[in-house]
């Protein structure tokens, strides 16, 4: 089986010191679409403040981030195989960093924020993890579990920087100043970076022959023969009742922090756990996959969040016991975000990767909004957080189960790189 697969002895260096560049690269451009989201907390109180607003209603952007990407990325991930990942990216790059920065018009109005969220929502579609891995996948093989872990760390990244980075920045400049220095600083500096390093196979055989067909040569599954497994269902579905209100906590996770006796500064801190951990979830299991099977790995991480569910739900002031308590579940969402990429390189193979994980992804990314929506409506309705924590136990209990199903790699999604690219320099 893949899982028991043995690459040549040096494979995965002599990937790293051919295509090093392109995973910070695809580190920091991951890191742009994660910063909408991770971002949100630290915008509630300000937005509620500003505008009366609920705590539903200032997060209802998320959800229809949510909405836009059940449709967005399936359209993506065919634009990907089509074109290649290159295109798509630096056209992604310009417009979310313009979208971003237009957040700080926001009058008040829910119809004028939610339409503003829209026109982000859109062009976030072309930034989220369909056109990063398809990329670094493609030139990864023995060493693909590391590099994706790493090009996924993005997430992390934003999550460790951008909370105490979008409070400091709202106390400085105002959350209309913040907005705009989020959006157009960062997305600049990567533009730079992407034009200069990020290529894949595919976009290299569109450059060399102009051939449409460049992924004729990668050995997978067709889409139509993809939704025929039960696999494919399981990674869509497992991921997204299970991840919903993980994702839920971490984005509300300064509220709910400040909430529990922790000072805003010290809860953006705490809050910060979440980043480490993620990154050390995503790295823990990329250089664990080619010696455990990816379904226990996955299991094992989600069941991690119920660990942070538990420990919230009992008051504390100390930031050394929340960002302990918070540890689990920034390992679980990293760990988790890592092997659903992984799982569907090694089941479906890289033939018609962006397409599929167009697909699945859409269980990632509509809990990523719907999550924080969720969240938020059940703080409304019960007055904090203990209902959400609650009910977080039996769904991350419930995608452990799932992902445990999945069972090991089947022989067919194995790809190859040519022989002729395998031995250029």
């Not at 924020?113 to 579609?125: R, V």
Request: glycine share 12%; aromatic share 10%; with cysteine.
């Amino acid at each position: 089986m893949a899982s028991d697969q043995q690459f040549p002895p040096g494979a995965a260096r002599e990937e790293w010191r051919r295509h090093w560049p392109l995973v910070p690269t695809s580190i920091l451009a991951f890191s742009l679409v994660a910063m909408g989201n991770v971002s949100a907390g630290a915008f509630i109180a300000p937005l509620e403040k500003a505008f009366g607003w609920g705590r539903s209603e200032a997060t209802a952007g998320l959800l229809l981030y949510s909405i836009v990407s059940i449709f967005g990325q399936p359209i993506t991930g065919r634009l990907i195989d089509r074109f290649g990942p290159r295109p798509i990216a630096l056209t992604g790059i310009v417009t979310i960093g313009i979208t971003f920065a237009l957040l700080a018009t926001a009058n008040g109005t829910l119809g004028q924020w939610l339409g503003l969220w829209l026109i982000y929502a859109i062009t976030a579609q072309l930034m989220l993890m369909p056109t990063w891995t398809t990329a670094v996948a493609s030139e990864f093989e023995a060493g693909r579990g590391l590099a994706l872990a790493a090009t996924l760390s993005g997430g992390a990244l934003a999550t460790l920087l951008v909370p105490v980075a979008s409070t400091l920045l709202i106390e400085h400049y105002g959350w209309r100043g913040a907005y705009v220095i989020m959006g157009l600083v960062p997305s600049a500096v990567v533009l730079l970076l992407a034009w200069r390093f990020f290529h894949s196979r595919a976009d290299r055989r569109h450059a060399a022959d102009g051939n449409a067909a460049a992924t004729t040569e990668l050995r997978g599954l067709t889409m139509q023969q993809a939704i025929r497994t039960s696999t494919f269902y399981k990674l869509l579905f497992g991921t997204l009742f299970s991840y919903a209100l993980m994702v839920g906590t971490m984005l509300h996770m300064i509220p709910l922090l400040s909430a529990s006796g922790l000072g805003r500064e010290q809860a953006a801190v705490a809050a910060g756990t979440l980043g480490i951990t993620t990154v050390i979830g995503k790295l823990v299991c990329g250089a664990l996959v080619n010696r455990v099977p990816g379904h226990y790995l996955s299991a094992g991480v989600l069941a991690l969040a119920v660990i942070t569910f538990l420990a919230l739900m009992m008051p504390s002031d100390s930031v050394l016991l929340r960002s302990i308590a918070i540890a689990p579940l920034g390992f679980a969402l990293g760990g988790q975000l890592e092997m659903v990429v992984y799982l569907t390189t090694r089941h479906f193979g890289l033939r018609a990767f962006g397409s599929i994980f167009g697909v699945i992804t859409i269980g990632l990314t509509a809990s990523s909004g719907a999550g924080p929506f969720i969240a938020g409506w059940l703080f409304d309705i019960s007055g904090g957080y203990h209902l959400m924590l609650v009910i977080g136990i039996p769904l991350a209990l419930f995608g452990s189960l799932v992902m445990l199903s999945i069972g090991h790699y089947p022989e067919v999604a194995e790809e190859k790189a040519p022989a002729a690219e395998a031995s250029a320099a």
